[in-house]
Nanobody, 121 residues
Framework: QVQLVESGGGLVQAGGSLGLSCAAS????????MAWHRQAPGKQRELVAI???????HYADSVKGRFTISRDNAKNTVYLQMNSLKPEDTAVYIC???????????????WGQGTQVTVSS
């Protein structure tokens, strides 16, 4: 089993910056892709950014040029640096990871509990 714990959310004014982190813990696992999703009240969950194990990244059009996803494989941690924040970025940001137990070919998807990001206008 893999546990994901996010940190770094909070309240920021429009135009400001916030950094999120998500640490994965567990025993004897290998993490493949890691991602950040977000869900605003009354809206569907959406993919914000994704990063593969070799560092390839993909961003939602709405955050391109403003958000940067990165990871530290040695720490099993993924980060999301958010700059030039807008009120419409307000949401619960949720970390996700695809991981497999070492020696297994079965890949499971794991989710964190989420961290609130609120951008005031």
């Amino acid at each position: 089993q893999v546990q994901l714990v996010e940190s770094g959310g909070g309240l920021v004014q429009a135009g400001g910056s916030l950094g999120l982190s998500c640490a994965a813990s567990g025993s004897s696992f290998t993490i493949n892709t890691m991602a950040w999703h977000r869900q605003a009240p009354g809206k569907q969950r959406e993919l914000v950014a994704i990063i593969t194990s070799d560092g390839s990244t993909h961003y939602a059009d709405s955050v391109k040029g403003r958000f940067t996803i990165s990871r530290d494989n040695a720490k099993n941690t993924v980060y999301l640096q958010m700059n030039s924040l807008k009120p419409e970025d307000t949401a619960v940001y949720i970390c996700a990871a695809d991981a497999a137990q070492i020696g297994s070919f079965v890949v499971d998807e794991y989710w964190g509990q989420g961290t609130q990001v609120t951008v005031s206008s």
